[in-house]
């Protein structure tokens, strides 16, 4: 059940979007919860359906619905974490693996949110998603993908840090490794993702009506040689220009060069599982994040050595190195004198 409020426009709202306009003047708990009530036309000015983006002028008629009972909270769990940096505004935190970014259906509690909650309180992390089991997230790592990720702590920082990342100002590089020998030395897989039409928990390379936009990039770091149960192996690392549900994961997958380990994406991975050098987890690890902070204006730049399992992989191929390149040279020796990740 929902019920109907007013806002009348003062002079101060005069000019702003609908959608910042409710947000500012507490109607809504973000401006992207805003947004979709605007969206899914529950919104009205001056007795008419409004869309978000519409300029307020001073002394129109807002009515909006919200709901009965102001959906509650998520308790804080005490979840460690291990932090690299943190301010009154933002996060950087170092993600273990098996640590599901936000509540869900099969996750209800134990996530990362839950642990920022205990970290921080409620009231101290940003709602930009306009989900309060979302708060304090910008962006996302899936459960098993391990390494640098960030978080907010007030909606200003929040929905900067979501620009910054949909600007392409947040360079963004992971380390993978792939089944295979990838030839070239560079790449671009330029391939629009959207839900899969036949399992809904996966995602997939599509041309539909859903499919959004979704390029990455990579540098072949290392190569290693085929073996009796495989096709040999190549690392690289990859840069995200988009932020798509499992790009990395279903871009490799298509490139016919799926990650080592993935559960999911795995078509044309020779002779998994045993293949897969013992992971029951995808080889994709966020190594390096570099980004202006929002409010003082700061670079900041961080690096994240592999975590124990994945460094044992390649450790374990030292024998087959076929070829570092020159890529190779600089990023593996960044990683060595990197902090080593405290969990996980």
């Keep these: 059940m929902s019920r109907s409020l007013c806002h009348i426009a003062s002079a101060s709202d005069a000019g702003a979007r609908l959608d910042a306009v409710l947000a500012q003047n507490g109607c809504y708990p973000s401006r992207s919860a805003a947004a979709r009530a605007a969206d899914e036309g529950r919104v009205f000015v001056n007795g008419e359906a409004a869309p978000k983006k519409r300029t ?8 909006y619905e919200v709901p009965d009972e102001a959906p509650s909270l998520l308790s804080g769990q005490p979840i460690d974490l291990d932090i690299r940096f943190e301010d009154e505004h933002l996060l950087v935190i170092s993600k273990q693996a098996g640590l599901v970014c936000h509540p869900s259906q099969d ?18 992390l940003c709602n930009v998603q ?11 790592l899936d459960r098993d993908t391990t390494g640098l990720m960030l978080a907010a702590k007030d909606d200003e920082c929040g929905y900067a840090l979501m620009d910054a990342i949909r600007d392409r100002a947040v360079d963004r590089r992971y380390l993978a490794l792939c089944h295979g ?5 560079t790449g671009m897989i330029d391939a629009p993702i959207a839900r899969s039409a036949n399992e809904r928990t996966r995602m997939a390379v599509r041309e539909a009506p859903s499919a959004r936009e979704a390029v990455t990039t990579f540098r072949v770091l290392e190569r290693f040689e085929a073996g009796p149960r495989d096709d040999g192996y190549t690392l690289i690392d990859c840069k995200l220009f988009t932020g798509r549900t499992h790009q990395i994961r279903v871009h490799m997958e298509f490139a016919k060069h799926p990650l080592v380990g993935d559960p999911m994406y795995t078509s044309g991975a020779p002779g998994a599982p045993a293949a897969n050098r013992g992971l029951d987890r995808q080889f994709l690890h966020s190594f390096r994040l570099d980004f202006d902070h929002p409010v003082t204006g700061e670079h900041l730049s961080f690096k994240d050595g592999l975590p124990a399992d994945l460094k044992g992989v390649l450790d374990g191929l030292s024998d087959r190195d076929a070829r570092r390149t020159e890529a190779g040279e600089e990023v593996l020796r960044l990683l060595a004198d990197a902090p080593r990740p405290r969990l996980g």
């Design 56 to 63: 307020v002028s001073a002394g129109d008629t807002i009515v």
């Design 107 to 124: 996750h209800d509690d134990g996530t990362l949110v839950n642990a920022l909650i205990f970290h921080c309180g409620a009231a101290n």
């Design 130 to 140: 306009g989900e309060d089991d979302r708060l304090g997230i910008v962006h996302r």
């Design 181 to 185: 020998i990838i030839a070239h030395d």
